[in-house]
């Protein structure tokens, strides 16, 4: 953050030395530096030239969103292994003597994003044990796909596998289908909601079988509190009559160079009727 306020500083200077400067229009190189910068690096060279050249804003955006186009419809025209993006993160601990106890922990996030599909897989993965009895076993994988319909509206589809020992989860899929509106898509605040029906298949470690229809339901918040920090929520509801599903996952990324962000994150799960002797709510 100490960077970044003292670049504004200098442009801030450079803009009353050199006033007229600030009148011109962006010199071709400009949008050669956007298109080279990094996604996440794109807005805070946006801030800095919008302070450099403040009479040439909307030029700057509608620079910014040409860039995004072409970079969607490069993406379009590739094949499909191609133009994916995304991040990663991986975790373990390792305790003996005493005590011994083991865990490993994972997340992958990755998106391609086209002038009309936008395609995002998402794996996570938490095993452990302790003193040789298994502790944790979570592992879920899930593929969304999303159809833009008109600027605001867009149909999805969902494939989601869930493996919970703690729930008494052996696997359960479920597909969903539905609409989705983006009631705000700003620069720095995207919020949408997502609804349409479920159907789930549920096999337990310890119980019988469940097959079941029911009503899916998400908002995701996006709010870019500044070049270098994101906060993200994301709240789905699976219900059906038997029992339904509530999930929360809250996040806040930095930035810290480059490729690398350090993050805080919690995941809140709750099953409305687990099998007995399960609790019904889980903190990660």
Known sequence: MPRVLLVGGVAGVMGLAY????????PPII????????????KTVENILKRLYPDRIQEIDDLIDK???????????SKFIQGWTGEG?????LTSGNVDQWGVNGSLTVERD???WDHSLALIVDVGELEGDRTDERISFSYTGEREITDDLYAFGTLRYERDRLQDISRRFTETIGLGYEFIDTD????????????RQTKFVDQPDQNRFGIFSRSKFKWEV??????????AATIDEGNSTFLS???LTASLYGRFSARFSTEIEIETDPPADVQKTDLF
């Open 114 to 116: 086209g002038l009309v």
């Open 31 to 42: 949008e050669e530096i956007l298109r080279e910068a990094l996604k996440t690096e794109r």
């Open 188 to 199: 720095d605040i995207d919020l949408s909601l997502e609804l349409g029906p479920a159907l």
């Open 249 to 251: 996952e809250t996040s």
């Open 226 to 235: 500044s070049d270098t920090l994101d906060f993200k929520q994301v709240l």
């Open 67 to 77: 860039i995004e186009d072409d970079e969607e419809a490069e993406v379009s025209e």
């Open 89 to 93: 993160a991986l975790g373990a601990n």
């Open 19 to 26: 006033p007229a400067y600030a009148q011109e229009p962006p």
